[in-house]
């Protein structure tokens, strides 16, 4: 990970507002509830492992709009080192760099409404598709266990635009997540999601760089 932060610096930049990172005990024999909020900074990496180092069982719940490629990066590896889950709430947003991070998760969830979403990686200077931040993208995803069908789909989107994960035509990517069922207040079973197409207004948030 050291080589990963050295050779992805650039990535980072430009990024000044830290986002807030909280931890909630559920109780005895429960997971603790990490809540990741806000843009990601170069130094929230280091501020999730300081957050989640005592714990053994987590659910790490995510609202972002993106921010930096390696911190997303950094904490999606970290969630999947520690063998968390992750999950989006209803309605809430996490896009970019805050969904690498959600697919660290052993098992991932999203809420009714929730929007996920994934474009390939710009350089933060020239606003282009750069191959250096693709190839991070690409190595991360198939460490998460996405299939390469996932894997091309995703990097091949444009960089200011963005992928939404959709549960319509669940075989054809194959990326494994659970959606959570309103009525019964309960996990329901586990489906497949395809990528969808971008917002029609066009806004993916921040580029994960």
Same mark, same amino acid.
């Given at each position: 990970?050291?080589?990963?932060?050295?050779?992805?610096?650039?990535?980072?930049?430009?990024?000044?507002?830290?986002?807030?990172?909280?931890?909630?005990?559920?109780?005895?024999? +429960?997971?603790?509830?990490?809540?990741?909020?806000?843009?990601?900074?170069?130094?929230?990496?280091?501020?999730?492992?300081? +957050?989640?180092?005592?714990?053994?069982?987590?659910?790490?719940?995510?609202?972002?709009?993106?921010?930096?490629?390696?911190?997303?990066?950094?904490?999606?590896?970290?969630?999947?080192?520690?063998?968390?889950?992750?999950?989006?709430?209803?309605?809430?947003?996490?896009?970019?760099?805050?969904?690498?991070?959600?697919?660290?998760?052993?098992?991932?969830?999203?809420?009714?409404?929730?929007?996920?979403?994934?474009?390939?990686?710009?350089?933060? +200077?020239?606003?282009?598709?750069?191959?250096?931040?693709?190839?991070?993208?690409?190595?991360?995803?198939?460490?998460?266990?996405?299939? #390469?069908?996932?894997?091309? #789909?995703?990097?091949?989107?444009?960089?200011?635009?963005?992928?939404?994960?959709?549960?319509?035509?669940? +075989?054809?990517?194959?990326?494994?997540?659970?959606?959570?069922?309103?009525?019964?207040?309960?996990?329901?079973?586990?489906?497949?999601?395809?990528?969808?197409?971008?917002?029609?207004?066009?806004?993916?948030?921040?580029?994960?760089?």
């Amino acid at each position: 990970m050291r080589f990963l932060i050295l050779g992805c610096a650039v990535f980072a930049a430009g990024y000044a507002q830290a986002a807030t990172i909280s931890v909630q005990s559920a109780g005895p024999e +429960k997971p603790a509830i990490v809540e990741v909020q806000g843009t990601l900074d170069a130094i929230d990496g280091e501020r999730f492992f300081a +957050k989640i180092a005592p714990l053994t069982l987590a659910v790490v719940r995510f609202q972002s709009r993106g921010g930096s490629l390696v911190t997303g990066i950094q904490i999606g590896e970290m969630i999947r080192l520690k063998d968390f889950q992750t999950v989006v709430p209803a309605g809430a947003r996490c896009a970019s760099a805050c969904a690498l991070a959600w697919l660290g998760g052993i098992h991932r969830f999203m809420g009714p409404g929730a929007r996920i979403g994934l474009h390939a990686v710009s350089d933060p +200077k020239s606003g282009q598709v750069t191959g250096v931040g693709n190839a991070l993208l690409g190595a991360y995803l198939n460490r998460v266990g996405l299939p #390469y069908s996932a894997v091309v #789909y995703i990097a091949q989107a444009a960089p200011n635009s963005v992928i939404w994960l959709s549960f319509a035509d669940v +075989k054809r990517l194959g990326i494994e997540v659970t959606l959570l069922n309103p009525a019964a207040g309960k996990l329901d079973v586990t489906v497949e999601t395809r990528v969808g197409v971008a917002d029609s207004d066009g806004s993916p948030g921040p580029d994960a760089r």
